[in-house]
């Protein structure tokens, strides 16, 4: 944990009262309790096919047939 600075008094705690919005600290850091959310993250391969169509792929595949123009094409990362 970070000490503040011995010339800086501590900011007095705030008890009891509403969330609102805090001038803006030096430091320019806000700190407000939340409860945490969960994100699922997934990973996308973009292709994109010498005739111009584009579209995602879950998995990298090494041979993948364009949805567009039908060509089976080697893919190259
Ligand atoms: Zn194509």
Do not use: D, H
């Not at 001038?23 to 111009?52: D, F, H, N, W």
Request: hydrophobic share 40%.
């Amino acid at each position: 944990m970070l000490q503040p600075p011995p010339e800086k008094p501590a900011a007095p705690a705030r008890v009891g009262q509403a969330p609102q919005p805090l001038p803006a600290l030096e430091s320019g850091i806000l700190v407000r309790e939340e409860e945490l959310g969960t994100v699922r993250a997934q990973r996308l391969y973009k292709m994109r096919c010498e005739c111009g169509r584009s579209w995602f792929e879950l998995e990298l595949p090494t041979l993948v047939e364009c949805p567009a123009c039908r060509r089976l094409c080697l893919v190259s990362a």
